[in-house]
């Protein structure tokens, strides 16, 4: 029920200037609606009226409230009778963004209120949190904790709020069903209890993510688990003796809700919960009356994501794909519902869940939403064909937890080193789908500017790109191991082991790699491995709001077949071949390097240099200038000859190796600018536009 528009329908309240104001009509008291807290006042006092049905007559609202010498005043006041001599229930409103240490205080002034004026009840509220106590008679300064305050005409409370469907008791006490909440309102929530839990010192803030994590997952179990109608949450207040008995029963359900799903998913969280009874409870008031598994996947995903976002942009920003450049990816390509989708550094998962609501949108192609069948052409998808590896534990929990919170697509998501051999992921994480030449799509932002080194990573060897390989120009070298290699390197050979042939590999990579004369040997890697698709230029700007200013692209590859990449192979080899024997480059070296020896033997013999020994003759200048120029002289000769065997190379290798057309573009303005903001323009749409085009062609000549 939408309460502002349900009072002003029937006459509780109106607004005046444009909403500026609002004015209780049963007092004619007139209030700044743009007080965060009117808004908080405004809906309580109709939720008292409208779902408790308390009589309008018997609530007052700022109410003076005598405290020895002091006048305070208390919000609203309900009353047991018409004639407002008997106080029922104290009502604290509080804003939105309220501290946990402000709402206590709230608290203990609420009840305060309630002693002095022989309240039984009082009701504490921001709206995104509520707390309910109640006074016994017999120990005023005492207050018991309560799920909820009595409606009108009630007399005995249940011990709990919610329950499925709502109902009532049989004392005829309202039992409230879970409600979905507004995006907006559910990002508040998440931030809000993360704040609670972090806010007194007692967790760092990513220590709180953690554990609320860990509670959003009891919640959504908690929502599935079968209930008849009328039965109770587990994931909410129950009125016990004692406050310590009520925080402690609490948090023994929420354990067991935790190792209930645990034992379903174990690989979503590993170690226990760590909150105490209190920090508990403060999450499961933000959160008991929300209905998690009805909220429109696409508002609850955005939440998270929002809220995950407003976090880790502080801790782990490096973490962030900016939505446009995830989009425009997943957009491009062809994935559907039988595709098999890996994100080899997945992050927060962002990449994954694009593939998701791809597929989901495409079930709306085929089936009505809502129906079993919908459900299944997307959430098979999501368990069986989506898979991420994450590095960092905390961000692979993290991305579990986004997944799930988007239904159930979590259980393929690991935390392990994603360059580690595919048999080495296997036998980490039992989990059998990791296989070579099984995933139809590859789609990745790896991890820029570390690199691995050999004597860190003994895996690093069984890497092609991490060996120098033989210099078909000097006839002397030999391959060997690289010290170390770049990690944006290795993805590239890394998703061609775990590619099926004519699988896709999108991946952002530094434009280094395009452009770097050092990095032709990866371009040339890069070519055997792969059909080039699409470079796809960013804007400097790109990563700036998640706190890199590294140049990049996305490029898009199409991996050959065993026997395309064994004929690559071989035809470069046998250019290089042919042109190495047809120029003599052998005797051409060799003859260079006699010729360097002669001149030296000259300079060694002439008369200023000849009665020098070895020593004196390095120790003087004008020999070792010499020297040097000789040096450099022939130096040249032979790079002069390299050179031109190079152009010859490349001149045979067009006319040899199969000449396609690679897509090609670049993008100075998607979407948003270097804070993050929208700036209302993204060339990225036009450009995907184009690109699904061109890879629809590709696909089609291909199958041709």
Same mark, same amino acid.
């Given at each position: 029920m939408d309460l502002i528009a349900e009072g002003i329908k029937q006459g509780f309240?109106?607004?005046?200037?444009?909403?500026?104001?609002?004015v209780y009509v049963h007092q004619d008291k007139r209030r700044n609606y743009a007080n965060p807290e009117e808004a908080v006042q405004a809906e309580s006092f109709l939720h008292l009226v409208l779902t408790y049905k308390y009589p309008v007559k018997r609530i007052r609202q700022f109410v003076s409230v005598q405290m020895g010498s002091e006048t305070k005043e208390a919000d609203l006041i309900v009353y047991a009778d018409a004639a407002l001599k008997a106080p029922l229930i104290v009502v604290e409103c509080k804003k939105e963004s309220v501290s946990e240490l402000e709402f206590a205080r709230a608290a203990d002034q609420a009840v305060s209120y309630a002693v002095a004026e022989g309240a039984r009840y009082v009701w504490v509220t921001s709206k995104l949190k509520n707390e309910y106590f109640e006074i016994p008679a017999q120990k005023p300064k005492a207050r018991i904790t309560i799920p909820d305050v009595p409606q009108f005409g009630v007399t005995a409370l249940a011990r709990f709020k919610f329950a499925k469907d709502g109902g009532t008791t049989r004392t005829g006490q309202k039992l409230f069903p879970l409600e979905t909440v507004s995006q907006d309102e559910l990002t508040r929530r998440f931030q809000q209890a993360h704040q609670a839990l972090w806010g007194g010192g007692e967790l760092n803030p990513s220590e709180a993510f953690d554990e609320l994590d860990k509670l959003i997952f009891c919640k959504l179990w908690d929502e599935r688990k079968l209930r008849k109608a009328g039965e109770p949450y587990d994931f909410q207040i129950f009125t016990e003796d004692t406050k310590e008995k009520t925080e402690r029963e609490l948090l023994d359900r929420l354990k067991k809700l935790y190792e209930e799903g645990r034992n379903k998913d174990p690989e979503v969280f590993k170690d226990d919960i760590r909150l105490n009874p209190?920090?508990?409870r403060t999450v499961v008031s933000y959160l008991e009356g929300v209905n998690l598994s009805d909220t429109d996947l696409d508002s609850?995903?955005?939440?998270?994501?929002?809220?995950?976002?407003?976090?880790?942009?502080?801790d782990f920003g490096q973490y962030f794909t900016p939505r446009p450049i995830v989009k425009f990816i997943v957009d491009v390509l062809p994935i559907t519902h039988e595709s098999r989708v890996l994100d080899t550094s997945c992050g927060s998962g962002g990449f994954l869940l694009h593939a998701l609501d791809k597929v989901r949108k495409q079930a709306d192609d085929y089936f009505q939403p809502?129906?079993?069948?919908?459900?299944?052409?997307?959430?098979?998808?999501a368990q069986r064909n989506l898979y991420g590896i994450e590095i960092n534990e905390q961000i692979a929990r993290t991305a579990k937890m986004n997944m799930i919170i988007h239904d159930d697509g979590h259980t393929n998501v690991i935390a392990a080193d994603g360059l580690l051999p595919p048999k080495a992921i296997r036998d980490k994480t039992r989990n059998a789908g990791f296989q070579t030449g099984y995933f139809d799509f590859i789609i990745t932002n790896p991890p820029f500017g570390s690199t691995v080194k050999q004597t860190e990573r003994a895996y690093l060897h069984q890497y092609r790109l991490a060996t120098r390989q033989v210099d078909w120009l000097n006839p002397k070298s030999k391959a060997a191991a690289r010290p170390g290699q770049d990690t944006e390197i290795l993805f590239i050979e890394q998703s061609h082991h775990y590619l099926a042939e004519g699988g896709y590999l999108a991946i952002v990579i530094p434009d280094s790699i395009l452009t770097n004369s050092s990095l032709q040997y990866v371009r040339d890697e890069i070519e055997d491995?792969?059909?080039?698709?699409?470079?796809?230029?960013?804007?400097?700007?790109?990563?700036?709001?998640?706190?890199?200013?590294?140049?990049?692209?996305?490029?898009?590859?199409?991996?050959?077949?065993?026997?395309?990449?064994?004929?690559?192979?071989?035809?470069?080899?046998?250019?290089?071949?042919?042109?190495?024997? #047809?120029?003599? &480059?052998?005797?051409?070296? *060799?003859?260079? /390097?006699? %010729?360097? #020896?002669?001149? &030296?033997?000259?300079?060694? *013999?002439?008369? /200023?240099? %000849?009665?020098l020994e070895v020593k004196a003759r390095k120790e003087d200048e004008a020999y070792a200038a010499a020297a040097q120029d000789i040096a450099d002289r022939f130096a040249m000769r032979a790079d002069e000859l390299r050179y031109r065997l190079t152009e010859l190379y490349e001149e045979c290798r067009r006319k040899d190796l199969p000449d396609y057309p690679i897509f090609m573009a670049i993008a100075e303005d998607i979407g948003y600018d270097t804070t993050g903001h929208e700036t209302g323009a993204n060339e990225l749409e036009v450009i995907a536009k184009e690109l699904r085009q061109f890879i629809s062609w590709l696909e089609t000549k291909d199958e041709a």
């Open positions: 309240i109106r607004f005046e200037d444009n909403q500026k104001y609002i209190a920090k508990a609850k995903g955005r939440a998270f994501e929002t809220f995950m976002g407003s976090f880790f942009r502080g809502g129906t079993d069948k919908h459900y299944r052409h997307w959430h098979e998808f491995l792969y059909r080039i698709v699409a470079v796809v230029s960013l804007p400097q700007t790109a990563f700036t709001a998640t706190g890199a200013g590294v140049k990049s692209s996305v490029l898009f590859l199409k991996k050959h077949t065993a026997a395309e990449t064994k004929w690559m192979r071989d035809t470069k080899q046998a250019i290089k071949d042919n042109i190495r024997v #047809k120029e003599q &480059l052998e005797n051409k070296l *060799d003859g260079i /390097e006699r %010729a360097k #020896k002669a001149a &030296l033997k000259k300079l060694n *013999d002439h008369p /200023e240099f %000849a009665e």
